[in-house]
């Protein structure tokens, strides 16, 4: 509570998950959401926001370093091939007649065609100038005379997971039942897919199970690339397998990002349930926005210090995004660019703050005070006006920004 006295305050992430909601009487509050595991200096060049391990002390990222580009190229005639399909192709049939428009997202596109989408991830991380095209044909449909990086036979019915923050969207769009694969169950933490997560193979945590992916039979595997070299694209481009990259992370803004479950849609012909549920979040969202615009304006920063270095998000990065549209101030306005501070430069810049987001789940002063003695010169931590996060909060949040 703002306003409160010297308690801590950790945020329940199972209860609040995405947007800061922020007035004089209260502070909900959120985070940003990359895949899992990607090395530290990669994540800094993004977005800077992860998780403390208190148990061992070190940081860990709910991030697994897997990355995928599909190559397969397309062919100029090919006969319809009807096996498999759950009904005949009707060529004089246009199968898209509801369609997806992104209005927030800027890193995807798509255009429709009476039997295949043609889909381009224009952002797929952060920076990178690559437009990455997938070609969604209908099952049996001839294949379109399109040069793309995967094709992708819709509706999807076999589909693997490389990322929890792919998960909520599967649930909202009723396609759960085609999950049959995903790298790194461990980190998945909402309970109805942990359940789920039971039923489902483990297809690698730190290293891709290229046997286990080819025995599922997957229509497309989900991935996500941070441009690196060691990026395992690599390892999975051989196979006869498409994989679709899912840049949502790159978005800087909370709608943005919520706005790709359109994009998942589009793999199982969803389009109605996807601009539903968009559509209503996006006007609760803007609702949160508008009541916020008025009155106090708390001065907010975020992140921790950790061997030296405090990775401080820029003041157009979604943290600020997000702080911002809760009706408060972020205390880094002079740089977009993610910057590395030494503790007194996060001093420095942020005297004038009234609330820290970190990340380390202190239960009170003196728990922070034990974890570095400088941090009780903080204002928002002599406060109590401390807030933080555990696994949980990372995994729900890209759908639920208007919680």
Not at 242 to 259: C, D, H, I, K, Q
């Amino acid at each position: 509570m703002i306003g409160a006295g010297p308690k801590i305050h950790p945020i329940p992430s199972h209860t609040q998950t995405n947007i800061f909601a922020v007035n004089y009487a209260n502070l909900t509050l959120r985070e940003t959401i990359l895949p899992h595991n990607v090395p530290l200096v990669q994540v800094c060049a993004a977005y800077p926001f992860y998780v403390h391990d208190m148990s061992s002390i070190k940081w860990i990222f709910f991030f697994i370093p897997i990355t995928f580009l599909g190559c397969q190229p397309s062919s100029s005639s090919v006969i319809p091939d009807q096996s498999g399909c759950n009904t005949p192709f009707d060529p004089s049939r246009d199968y898209f007649p509801v369609q997806i428009q992104p209005e927030e997202a800027e890193g995807f596109s798509v255009t429709y065609h009476r039997n295949y989408k043609l889909v381009k991830v224009i952002r797929a991380w952060p920076g990178t100038s690559k437009t990455f095209t997938y070609v969604l044909k209908v099952c049996g449909a001839p294949m379109p005379k399109v040069s793309s990086d995967a094709v992708v036979t819709i509706p999807v019915q076999k589909m693997i997971t490389t990322s929890t923050t792919q998960l909520p969207g599967l649930q909202q769009l009723g396609v759960l039942e085609k999950w049959v694969g995903h790298a790194g169950k461990s980190f998945i933490t909402l309970p109805t897919l942990v359940a789920k997560a039971q039923t489902v193979a483990e297809v690698g945590s730190q290293e891709l199970d290229t046997e286990k992916i080819l025995g599922l039979k997957p229509d497309l595997v989900m991935g996500y690339a941070m441009g690196a070299p060691t990026d395992i694209h690599h390892k999975l481009r051989p196979l006869p397998i498409s994989v679709v990259l899912n840049g949502e992370f790159a978005e800087s803004s909370p709608l943005a990002r919520t706005e790709w479950i359109k994009f998942m849609a589009l793999f199982f012909n969803k389009e109605a349930q996807a601009n539903l549920v968009f559509n209503g979040l996006k006007q609760r969202y803007r609702a949160l926005q508008e009541m916020h615009e008025l009155g106090p304006k708390p001065v907010v920063f975020t992140g921790s210090y950790f061997n030296g270095n405090w990775y401080v998000a820029g003041s157009n990065s979604f943290m600020s995004h997000l702080i911002r549209d809760a009706g408060a101030t972020y205390a880094i306005q002079d740089t977009a660019a993610t910057l590395t501070l030494d503790f007194e430069g996060v001093l420095g810049r942020t005297k004038n703050a009234t609330h820290w987001i970190g990340t380390v789940p202190f239960k009170d002063e003196a728990a922070i005070r034990q974890t570095d003695g400088r941090f009780v010169m903080l204002p928002s931590a002599r406060k109590g006006a401390y807030f933080a996060y555990d696994g949980r909060f990372f995994e729900a949040a890209v759908l639920e920004p208007d919680v």
